[in-house]
């Protein structure tokens, strides 16, 4: 299946991107099928350019879009409808980091808490019996 995504490129703090279609199972950074367009991240406001004729044959060959250039080319009015949610993928924490808070055991009805003394004389009372 082809898709259509970002190629990052540029220095190292200064990302520049390549608008390309490829196959969906190969890496980002790997060979591609045609590169249509670019996008500049860094410019006010940011720079999108790409062959609009392009993009529509890949769409009407079947190919899909990425989220984040789905909605790039629903912001540029080539595709029409609602723009998808973009998932960035969590980060996991380190097992030493914060701790799962459990949830609070709540007092059952009829029964107040009493002290541990108490209690204790209370078990004491019934072994006796």
Known sequence: ?????LKRIGRKNKPYYRLVV??????????VVEE???????T???????NKERVEY???????ASATVHNMLVNEGVIKGDKQRVVQPKI????????????????????EDKPAEEKKEEVKEEEKK
């Open 36 to 42: 249509i367009g670019t996008f500049n991240p860094h």
């Open 44 to 50: 006010d406001p940011a720079t999108i350019d790409f």
């Open 92 to 111: 996991k924490e380190k097992e030493g980091g914060e701790e799962e808070k459990k949830p609070e055991a709540k007092p059952e009805e009829g029964k």
């Open 1 to 5: 299946m082809l898709v259509i995504r």
């Open 22 to 31: 490829q196959e969906k199972s190969k890496a980002p950074s790997s060979s």
């Open 58 to 64: 890949w769409i009407s060959q079947g190919a899909k």
